[in-house]
């Protein structure tokens, strides 16, 4: 049995959040769709599982399952939400259509002494989101906790070790969430904390040895700490075996591209080869307005260059890609897990047939993860601290067509709010901070005559991995000061807005 833990996604929106839950403590989770397959899950050899919510009804004909032979395993079990219907319908009970739909909060009173509640308040505030609920309890359960509106909140079988939950302790509303979760892996699973990012570098050094041999690979460096991490990463495990490439695509902050190269070349050491390709892709964003055609040639466009800049240095044979765990999930749906979607994300939509082998070594971390391997190799704080920039960069948030005129006015700005957000000491106080600008004119007046120009955003979120965020409350004075420089001093924008949007249902990039 390993020292892990297998997640089976039933669809919930809080899936991720699990998986993140169980990584904070300091135990390495994954995240399989529902149907895989048994003998994966027992080559996995996870030491718990955990059934995930999910939207559907177990009593639906088609409603996602697992075989009943996975509660059998032996592993620790324990069911979210619908992951508790289904234990209970496995088993034969009763689950219903509840009279109330119950969302929101709640309060939990644990009415039996119970191992899933170890140390638990009682009364505490917990979060519910269910239209079923249980009616009858599996033989060999008993009911550990309820609320006003669900009799049987929580169940537990210490003979089965399978634990259930109609309410989710994975999200921050449930107060007392993340000690229920501790509970069910150490004192029910016996697991213990030791996923750390130094094994996890050793680990990585030896299979990128393995897999690589003495063969070249091709790493595209956008400037974010993703690609730099594993630059360092991949030097420190195949020396001169890595070539880095810096393509200026003309769609970076202003400057970018001069001052990386530069502290690339001497803070770390880094021997990476830069192009300029700017008019390229400038040219061929040409007319384009769709953000996804914009994503899709930006990442032929990328291909091409790296092909150029092959014929240059000679063959390579492996493309290396700072995929994280988040652009995994978010690209894979639950029914359909697909390799080749994942590597999309990166590069803003990688062309399906590329003829290098991608070699991906951070796809099972989160982006905080990365941060501290980051550290780990060494990585100066502002390095590590920068916030994280979109491979398709600034075309993403220039809404409509790309020109270089409209670059060089977003640059401007840009260069305005990070400016401002270094002396108002806000920087690091947010996961990203970034302007878009919008093809939408508005009327203005400057010094007695009347400006017809364009808009800008400011957008300000906080977030610990980019799968959720809220919008950044900012200090009004700081907002002030951005707006007016930006209006003052970059011809062509003469209305600041701020974006009020948390993700979800907004996305954190405007296309
Ligand atoms: P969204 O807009 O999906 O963004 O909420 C989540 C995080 O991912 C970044 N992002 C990208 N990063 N290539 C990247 O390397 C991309 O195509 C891309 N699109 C979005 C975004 O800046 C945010 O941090």
């Known amino acids: 049995m390993k020292n892990s833990v297998l997640i089976l996604d039933f669809g919930s929106q809080y899936t991720k959040l699990i998986a993140r839950r169980v990584r904070e403590l300091k135990i390495y989770s994954e995240i399989m769709p529902f149907n895989v397959n048994i003998e994966k899950i027992k080559n996995f050899q996870p030491g718990a599982i955990i059934l995930s919510g999910g939207p559907s009804s177990v009593y639906e004909k088609n409603s996602p399952k697992i075989e009943p032979a996975v509660l059998e395993l032996g592993i620790p079990i324990l069911g979210i939400c619908y992951g508790l219907q289904l234990i209970a319908y496995l088993f034969n009970m009763k689950v219903e259509s509840a009279k109330n739909r119950e969302y929101g909060l709640a309060n939990l009173e644990i009415v039996r002494t119970s191992k899933l509640l170890k140390n638990i308040k009682n009364n505490s505030k917990i979060w519910m989101s269910h239209g079923d609920k249980i009616s009858q309890y599996p033989k060999d359960f008993i009911v550990t906790g309820k609320t006003k509106n669900t009799e049987i909140s929580v ?20 107060q007392e969430g993340k000690k229920i979760i501790y509970n069910f892996l150490f004192e029910i699973s016996n697991l213990k904390s030791d996923w750390n990012m130094e094994d996890f570098i050793k680990s990585s050094m030896l299979k990128i040895r393995k897999s690589v041999g003495t063969q070249k690979v091709i790493l595209g460096l956008s400037g974010g700490v993703d690609s730099t991490v594993l630059a360092l990463l991949l030097r420190k495990s195949i020396g001169n075996q890595l070539i880095p490439v810096f393509i200026d695509t003309g769609l970076l902050r202003k400057n970018e591209h001069k001052d990386l190269m530069n502290k690339f070349r001497n803070q770390l050491n880094l021997k990476v080869y830069g192009i300029d390709a700017s008019k390229i892709f400038l040219k061929n964003l040409k007319k384009i307005r769709s953000p996804e055609k914009k994503r899709k040639i930006i990442g032929k466009t990328f291909i091409d260059t790296f092909k150029t800049v092959e014929r240059k240095i000679g063959k390579t044979d492996f493309f290396a890609q700072g995929t994280l765990y988040t652009d995994v999930i978010e690209s894979n749906p639950v029914s359909g897990p697909s390799a080749k979607i994942k590597s999309h994300h990166n590069v803003g939509g990688l062309p399906e047939n590329i003829e290098w082998k991608i070699i991906e070594p951070f796809r099972e971390l989160f982006k905080d ?57 806000i920087y690091n106080k947010v996961w ?15 010094g007695d005559v009347r400006t017809y120009e364009n808009v800008a955003v400011v957008r300000m979120v906080e977030s610990i991995d980019g799968m959720t965020a809220d919008w950044y409350p900012a200090p009004y004075d700081f907002l002030k000061k951005v707006a007016n420089r930006v209006v003052n001093e970059v011809k062509g924008i003469n209305r600041v807005t701020y974006d009020l949007t948390s993700k979800p249902p907004g996305t954190i990039e405007w296309e």
Do not use: C, Y
Not at 371 to 395: M, Q
């Open 155 to 174: 169940i537990e079988s210490n003979k089965r070790n399978i634990f259930g939950v109609q309410f989710h302790p994975e999200v921050a509303h449930t």
């Open 369 to 425: 993860e990365v941060r501290e391997v980051g550290r780990k190799l060494g990585l100066s704080e502002i390095f590590v601290n920068r916030h994280p920039f979109p491979g398709p960069g600034l075309a993403v948030r220039i809404i409509g067509e790309v020109t270089e005129d409209k670059v060089k006015k977003l640059q401007s700005a840009d260069e305005i709010l990070i400016e401002e957000l270094n002396n108002f000491k």
């Open 432 to 446: 990203q901070a970034f302007v878009i600008l919008l093809p939408v004119k508005s009327v203005g007046v400057m």
